[in-house]
Nanobody, 124 residues
């Protein structure tokens, strides 16, 4: 089994920054991609950013390009999401996800394991 624990969410004003963290534990061998998704009330879960464990590819949703940065620390088995210039439309529950057979990092169906989520609220 694989467990993911997110942290770093909170409330900020528009233009502010937050850094989300996700620590992975359990049987992590073979996992090939880590990603962040978000889901706002009444909306579908959407891929925000993803990074292949071997560093070969990084994915960003168009809505966050230039503002968000995903990074990983393979020693600590952690993935981070630095979010700058936050906007009210970034308000959502943010989830960390991982899988062993991810091909399209922006698709939720590609991931087997999910964290419980951390809430991000951006006020105008």
């Amino acid at each position: 089994q694989v467990q993911l624990v997110e942290s770093g969410g909170g409330s900020v004003q528009a233009g502010g920054s937050l850094r989300l963290s996700c620590v992975v534990s359990g049987y992590t061998r073979g996992l090939n991609c880590m990603a962040w998704f978000r889901q706002a009330p009444g909306k579908e879960r959407e891929g925000v950013a993803g990074i292949f464990v071997d560093g070969s590819r990084i994915y960003y949703a168009d809505s966050v390009k230039g503002r968000f940065t995903i990074s990983q620390d393979n020693v600590k088995k952690a993935v981070y999401l630095q979010m700058n210039t936050l906007k009210p439309e970034d308000t959502a529950m943010y989830y960390c996800a991982t899988g062993a057979y991810v091909v399209e990092p922006g698709l939720a169906s590609e991931y087997n394991y999910w964290g419980q989520g951390t809430q991000v609220n951006v006020s105008s």
